[in-house]
């Protein structure tokens, strides 16, 4: 079991993590004609808007409760009301997905019974939109636990038990985590109606922050599951959970509508990738289809003629845990080794299985001074300043990709998507080869009395 | 007191807008109160963070949870000849853990005494936000005994965002400069024609676009607040001569504040547009001059402006013929430098509509006297109605900041970042060239012309026309027919007002 080592020091330098409001905003954008709302002061929703936009490069739609001295004071519920009842009025949204953040937890309200006196009170206004509740404090957290409340808090609004057991034989209940991009989610839903499945994904940001220009001004998510959509996953034959941190929304559908669920903890390898398509020829009875087979043999050839750049290379990675896992475990897969690995939060399960010595919970701080030697990083933008002071190339992954374009649109998941990460990271690899010198082989280069650079042994290990 | 500042804030005499209303107006503040799900912008803590951090030698650390600063960190295009420091984020990210223990103060001076000793820096600024105000931490304390107890100067920045807006953060930075910063340090070399600069950010770099204009005079920038600031530099910041003013709302208390407790003489100017970059130099001359520095500067000046203005104007003439008749909407909040406004129309540029949140009255004359029609400004306009008047080919270009950037580009309509996150310099002579370049460039661009193509299908997927046929006529990629916007676009029938009433700015 990998040793997950907790943050002792004081002062963060240069943050890993997003809040864990942020993470519960991008799963509500996920459901079409949603408005995500923070209950808290007006820069919470304004920096948490500022880098959605940074990284999706889309007009986001999210509001805040705009919670001033007094309210902060006195007491909040009036502000959650009236944001509540104006978000009906100006936008028509479909759900309301509230996320509280550190001031108002901070102060502790009973949120869920204000928001069912609020509901109750307005009854009429407020009929033919969904409000759900994730307590989503930022002194706690992260990405990842925040969209897992705001999954599990739509599941728990909207789906209604299902004591007969009704099934419907073709439905399949798809659980993206956060870090799933458009195109992973775009590619998935291909491969469950390649059995002749029918998919209900929640979240699903394909269809709302997939970078498409409608025909008209629309002020919510357009595009994503729709809300019908969610009651009815109750009557699906199973789910299926894409990472650790959806399986509490799936066991939420077990517990209250008997859908049995299955967790695949990555998507990014071949073994798993093979898992997963025979669970949907198992539920489908149908046999694996042509196009896969070939995807994967594929696949094969990818890790043949890539793992020649991967063996011995140090990797720095840093990333929720889940992500974490994923990257680590393709990249320990073809032969590197994961030299460093630094996380957000130290609580989920999956952090003992990282192929890794250890995991530190820190930021990128932490990373930056462990990471010298290393020959790639992996993270998100943030990992720039690493990158430039330490002189080793950064690939990026998660979330803030403010300084690339297309980052929603990568692939990362299939037999399709682990090809596209081997191609990524192999071509980094090459593009920062170190050609061996004269010095760099000279076999008397380390046994100069003062052995200062520890950086020439580079060239040695740098794969051909 | 916090409050007692704030209601300081809220007096300024300095500020126009303030002394156009009556006692009672005032004494109700500036900032309005919020609508509950409708309200947009950052905080007062966001606010203090902009004018402070571009202090680039000093560290700047957030005593919040994570998301004030986790989220919202290395994310303003300053440049910076020094230091990178300022780049790095800290931050006490306080845990629940820490709430419920009341061990916010310890791990800020923990924190203190960490970057103290890993990085060295001349001073570290100190941030409260709403949860360390909620629970009580007293970080002027903290700063103070960290203070002295590491041998740095632990500037404490008081303002929560639960306050106010992003302008009131502003101006509660600048009191935390004038209360602990500022007169500070006396520097060595003090000269009869040092200035200080307030409100300059240099974003994009494009203060090293002015710098040099001010050097080939012999005037050296002793502290240019915040923008590629050093910390020594504004600690010495009252042996300045004179103090320019830019962005005039965010900083005007400390500029009235520096006058009476120094008696350094403000003014308000801009280096965005000809004009206001040569009136800017030329007032700074003539102060300078009052306060006894050699009067040879003042013909020096003129000669200085006479041949960059000349030189500009050549440039910016290449570009009439290629921007002539377009329309542009500039969408604001409210437009300061009524010379950029000038010099577009100089080149022959239509102002279509502008808006006139955060203008004054005095503003707002203005623009009736340039634009000739009153209705074209407007106080704001809803995103719907912003995406409408676009999408109806109602304007060329829309110039504005980040957040109505998509209005623009969902419409399909050319946009120009005019605002914090531009990438591009727009300051002084050359900005200014630069600024009508990237609107001919943006204009011009053949992917406006791609992206509104028709698909040759309808909503239903048939195909509209038989591509054979067409290309028998040889009419691929013409639009006249089918699209009134692209007809409206050639019909000009926002004719605005034109190059020739400008000859007064």
Redesign the interface.
Known sequence: MTAVIPRT???????L??????GAALAYLGVDGAMP?FH?????????L??L??HFK??IPL???????V??VLGGAD??E??????KT?TKPSLIGVCT???VE??GEDFAADLSAIRRRNADALAGTEVVLAQT????G?MEEGWTKAVTSMVDALVPPNPERMVSLTQVNILPGWHHTVADIEHLRDLVEAFGLEPIILPDISGSLDGT??E??V?TAYGGTLVPDIRAMGRSVHTIALAEHVRAPAALLEARAGVPFTVFESLSGLKAVDRFVALLARLSGRPVPARLRRQRSQLQDALLDGHFHFGGQKIALAAEPDLLFTLASFFAGLGAEIALAVTTTGSSPILRKVPAREVLVG?L?DFEARAAGCDLLVTHS?GR?ASERLGIPLMRVGFPV?DRLGSQHRLTVGYQGARNLIFEAANIFQANRREPTPQSLNPFRDRRPTSEDTHDSHAQTAAR | MLKDKIADMFNEPGCEKNQAKDAKARKKGCSKPLTPGAAAGGCAFDGAKIVLQPVTDAAHLIHAPLACEGNSWDNRGAGSSGSDLWRRSFTTDLTELDIVMGQGERKLYKAVREIAQAFNPPAIFVYSTCVTALIGDDIEAVCKAASAKYGLPVVPVNAPGFVGSKNLGNKLAGEALLDHVIGTHEPDDVGPTDINILGEFNLSGEFWAVKPLFEALGIRIRASIPGDARYLDVAGAHTARVTMMECSTALITLARKMEERWGIPFFEGSFYGISDTSDALRQTARLLVSRGADPSLLNRTEALIAQEEAIAWARMEAYRPRLQGKRVLLNTGGVKSWSVVAALQEIGIEIVGTSVKKSTDEDKERIKQLLKDEHHMFESMAPRDLYAMLAANKADIMLSGGRTQFIALKAKMPWLDINQERHFPYAGYDGMVELVKRIALAIENPVWETVREDAPWDREGNLTESPLLQAGKGVIGSREEADPHFLAHHRKKFAGAGADDMAEC
């Open positions: 020091k004081a002062a963060s330098l240069n943050p993590k997003s809040s864990q409001p942020l709302l808290g002061s007006q820069g919470c929703t304004s920096f948490a500022v880098l936009v940074r889309e007009a509001q805040t409760t705009a919670m001033d001295e309210a902060t502000h959650l009236e944001a509540i009842l104006n978000l100006r953040t550190a001031l901070t102060r404090p930022d002194f706690e992260a220009v409608p008209r001004w002020p930021d701080g943030h300043q403010f």
